[in-house]
T-cell receptor, first 115, second 114 residues
Framework: AQSVTQPDIHITVSEGASLELRCNYS??????LFWYVQSPGQGLQLLLK??????LVQGIKGFEAEFKRSQSSFNLRKPSVHWSDAAEYFC?????????????FGQGTTLQVKP | DTEVTQTPKHLVMGMTNKKSLKCEQH?????MYWYKQKAKKPPELMFV???????INESVPSRFSPECPNSSLLNLHLHALQPEDSALYLC?????????????FGPGTRLTVL
């Protein structure tokens, strides 16, 4: 079955500290992986995506993610968190599975930033 | 420009009202999507339009009626909604409806059904 798991429902970090949000996926074909961020009451903004090539991808706002096929993971990282990074983060997987256009989302991780 | 616009931002309606949500994109995308999102949950896919034709309906109740008048515009017509339909409704678009395409989301319409 195709699925995305974000093991951490809620994470709190201090401003300036490093951040890693975990994402594990199960997908039968070549996965196309995405991280989106959502501020309260807003839409989803694409942070970064991985389709192929270099397994370390850079995104907006200083975020990066590393694709590890052997671990079926696509973890999101940031070296130094800012208070404005407090938001909901969603990992999602899509791919060439029947022309459906469906994205499979994880349940999300809420990031709280302490001053 | 990767902008998807949605109107209105907020909507309050009674259970007997008829209202519509509007979504627009000018990126030349040929696939457009409606999602429903409850608080602290991921978006749930409702409908997919591909080349202005409905390609996916995720068993959505008939009180929700989508319409795609042209390749840039997507509407969601609402009628006889229930309080449990209160949610954030998100529109998205992508180059095509392949699962490999990046979906770009609008800011959403916050719907409250009284």
């Amino acid at each position: 079955a195709q699925s995305v798991t974000q093991p951490d429902i809620h994470i709190t970090v201090s401003e300036g500290a490093s951040l890693e949000l975990r994402c594990n996926y199960s997908y039968g074909a070549t996965p196309y992986l995405f991280w989106y961020v959502q501020s309260p009451g807003q839409g989803l903004q694409l942070l970064l995506k991985y389709f192929s090539g270099d397994t370390l991808v850079q995104g907006i706002k200083g975020f990066e993610a590393e694709f590890k096929r052997s671990q079926s993971s696509f973890n999101l990282r940031k070296p130094s968190v800012h208070w404005s990074d407090a938001a909901e983060y969603f990992c999602a997987v899509g791919g060439p599975s029947g022309n459906t256009g469906k994205l499979i989302f994880g349940q999300g991780t809420t990031l709280q930033v302490k001053p | 420009d990767t902008e998807v616009t949605q109107t209105p931002k907020h909507l309050v309606m009674g259970m007997t009202n008829k209202k519509s949500l509007k979504c627009e994109q000018h990126m030349g995308h040929r696939a457009m999507y409606w999602y429903k999102q409850k608080a602290k949950k991921p978006p749930e896919l409702m409908f997919v339009y591909s080349y202005e034709k409905l390609s996916i309906n995720e068993s959505v109740p008939s009180r929700f009626s989508p319409e795609c008048p042209n390749s840039s515009l997507l509407n969601l017509h609402l009628h006889a909604l229930q309080p449990e339909d209160s949610a954030l409704y998100l529109c998205a678009s992508s180059q095509d409806s392949q699962g490999t395409d990046t979906q770009y989301f609008g800011p959403g319409t916050r719907l409250t059904v009284l």
